[in-house]
């Protein structure tokens, strides 16, 4: 390739990226904007116009929530989200929708400044942890089978690659 060519080609991909550096995404709201100040973050999945993390308010009705993310669906029932439900999925289902409550996934949960629950969080969830790669998460997760579960956050110590130091550093992210 000569030098024409290869100016051309640096040409074109600066003019292709031109757009993206100036306009962004502005469809997806900025996760760092949405993390700072977001009362109660919902991550909204399945049947829906909109999904991704949402902001609600403790007291938003379940019918809010399906109109805000754009299903078709219309709510049989009212429901108040609280600060531990942070995962509603939306479900068409005869005529109704229907809100689950389970965890966040960790990547968003640390995002959001959420405590991950260590004896529900699987190694995807502990993976997220800064300073936990997938050896050590496994770690964690057979530790735990192997007590019935942790009864306090020191427990962790117990487990092969944590020490003091880590210990205090991972009791950010974790809770019971």
Same mark, same amino acid.
């Given at each position: 390739? @000569? %030098?024409? #060519? +290869? ?10 990226? $031109?757009? !993206? ?48 993310? @754009? %299903?078709? #669906? +219309? ?10 439900? $942070?995962? !509603? ?88």
């Amino acid at each position: 390739m @000569g %030098t024409r #060519q +290869e100016i051309g080609i640096f040409v074109l991909v600066i003019l292709l990226a $031109l757009p !993206a550096v100036f306009y962004g995404n502005e469809d997806q709201p900025d996760q760092m904007q949405l993390a700072a100040g977001c009362p109660i973050p919902v991550e909204v999945i399945g049947e829906v116009d909109s999904p991704g993390v949402v902001c609600v308010s403790p007291q938003m009705r379940a019918e809010d929530l399906a109109e805000l993310v @754009g %299903t078709s #669906q +219309e709510c049989a029932f009212k429901q108040n989200f609280e600060p531990g439900q $942070l995962l !509603a999925i939306v479900n068409a289902d005869l005529e109704t929708c229907r809100f689950s409550k389970k965890l966040m996934p960790g990547k968003h949960r640390v995002l959001f400044n959420l405590r991950i629950p260590i004896n529900q969080a699987n190694v995807h969830d502990l993976e997220a942890i800064p300073g936990i790669g997938p050896a050590l998460a496994l770690r964690i997760v057979n530790a735990r089978a192997a007590m019935g579960g942790f009864n306090s956050l020191d427990d962790l110590d117990e487990v092969k690659g944590i020490g003091p130091k880590k210990l205090a550093k991972l009791k950010e992210y974790l809770d019971l």
